[in-house]
């Protein structure tokens, strides 16, 4: 009988781990892949955006918004930035507070690893986890390598992205199959889709990065880099808005967040009164999305001289509350993590413990917390793993 079983070796697993070991706990670590710490290693474009110099509940999306902030409080960014200080890993700040890896986010998987060989942890990895009974003494863990009985069960297999990882929805299964609630699933942090025409029009523009101001339809507003795709949009700002974007929605792009482009017009018109409006435009915005904007909005291409203040304010208007409604998003093979999840209602914000099953946990982004883009899921991997490790601890 194992005492402590976690299933899943990423980012909360890992960490989880390291904190039991170092007090004395015998703990077994379970992982489908050949690897520990896999997605940490394709984050941050090989940087690992490892947290992020704010962090706040604001900073996440749940069905509770409230949950998170008892683990974020008693495990905050200055924690791991400490850590990561006494690994002297080099790291640097990027925009909007993010901090990566200088070098490369296998120096954050080192010293994980470093973290767990501090105590007894075993390692049994290719173990497909496949289900969880509840027994008299603790659990019953069925893996395709055999049974594993533990007092214990943390389960930390993260979300449904990246599915050629081997990422799997066996952890919400096995939840309602204990009768613990899962909100719905989709997929966070991911590019939209565009439909034809529109699409077709804004093709040639694949790679052009502008940027805008986006606001969702229940008015959260992000301004960063939009970049266009062949399949549609993507960039930071159309990652951050997906997670609050719904099927059917449109959302509302301000293309010139910067500009005062009523004051840009007029000052146009009175040194350049000839100029076309397609060429006044493009000093401001890429010729092609200029335009896509005529023939899409038909705008009136003229002289500026010839443009009524009524055609000038509906330009405004339009470069300003560009509405597009996208198709649909990339889905679970390009997100970067999963909405929805064990409900937070059946856990223990302070431990991570199942409300009817003591010793049964769970953490990192199988629970229904999303951040998001810059450092905050694996925060909250960080943060809701050493809320689990230091609950049994204490316990
Ligand atoms: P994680 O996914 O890390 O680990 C789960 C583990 O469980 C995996 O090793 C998996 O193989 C294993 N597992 C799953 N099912 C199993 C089963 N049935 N049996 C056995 N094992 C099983 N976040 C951030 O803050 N900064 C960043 O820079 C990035 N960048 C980024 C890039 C890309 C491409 C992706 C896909 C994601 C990110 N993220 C990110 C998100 C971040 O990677 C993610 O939120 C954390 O890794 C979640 O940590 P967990 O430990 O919860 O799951």
Redesign the pocket.
């Known amino acids: 009988m194992n005492e402590i079983t976690i299933?899943?070796?990423?980012?909360?697993?890992?960490?989880c781990a390291g904190i039991l070991g170092q007090q004395g706990r015998n703990v077994t670590v379970?992982?489908?892949?050949k690897r520990?710490?896999?997605?940490?290693l394709?984050?941050?474009?090989g940087?690992?955006?490892?947290?992020?110099m704010t962090v706040s509940a604001e900073n996440y999306i749940s069905a509770n918004p409230h949950f998170c902030k008892s683990a974020l409080s008693r495990y905050t960014q200055w924690d791991f930035l400490d850590l990561v200080s006494q690994y002297n890993i080099a790291w640097h700040e990027r925009d909007h507070g993010?901090l990566?890896c200088d070098h490369s986010?296998q120096d954050i998987v080192n010293m994980l690893v470093q973290e767990c060989q501090k105590g007894q942890i075993k390692f049994q990895l290719q173990?497909?986890?496949?289900s969880l009974q509840a027994t008299d003494t603790g659990f019953q863990i069925t893996?395709d390598k055999g049974t594993i009985f533990s007092q214990k069960v943390i389960v930390?297999?993260?979300?449904l992205?990246?599915p050629a990882?081997?990422?799997?929805p066996?952890?919400y299964q096995v939840a309602q199959s204990l009768n613990i609630a899962v909100e719905p699933v989709r997929a966070g942090?991911v590019p939209f889709t565009l439909q034809k025409p529109l699409l077709d029009k804004l093709i040639p523009l694949s790679g052009t990065a502008i940027s805008v101001l986006v606001t969702s339809e229940q008015g959260n507003s992000f301004k960063e880099n939009l970049l266009f795709t062949h399949r549609g949009l993507s960039g930071p700002v159309i990652l951050q808005i997906s997670n609050y974007w719904q099927p059917g929605e449109a959302i509302t792009i301000n293309l010139l967040p910067d500009t005062d482009l009523n004051a840009f017009l007029i000052n146009q018109h009175s040194s350049h009164p000839n100029q076309s409006l397609k060429n006044t435009l493009a000093r401001l915005l890429p010729k092609r999305l200029v335009e896509v904007l005529i023939e899409h909005e038909q705008f009136p291409d003229l002289p500026l001289k010839q443009l009524t203040a009524a055609q000038k304010n509906h330009i405004v208007a339009k470069l300003t509350q560009w509405q597009i409604q996208p198709n649909g998003t990339e889905g679970y093979r390009?997100?970067?993590?999963t909405l929805g999840g064990i409900s937070t209602d059946c856990l223990s914000s302070k431990t991570m413990a199942s409300k009817d099953y003591p010793n049964l946990y769970f953490?990192?982004?199988?629970v229904d917390v999303?951040?998001w883009?810059?450092?905050?899921?694996?925060?909250?991997?960080w943060s809701?793993?050493f809320a689990c490790a230091n609950g049994i601890i204490t316990s």
Do not use: H, P
């Not at 394709?42 to 474009?45: E, N």
């Open positions: 299933i899943g070796a990423g980012a909360a697993g890992l960490f379970i992982d489908n892949g520990v710490g896999r997605k940490i394709m984050s941050g474009g940087k690992c955006n490892f947290t992020n993010q990566f986010a173990t497909q986890f496949e893996t930390a297999t993260g979300g992205s990246m990882l081997g990422m799997t066996l952890a942090l390009t997100a970067e993590v953490i990192g982004e199988v999303a951040g883009l810059g450092g905050y899921n694996f925060q909250w991997a809701s793993a």
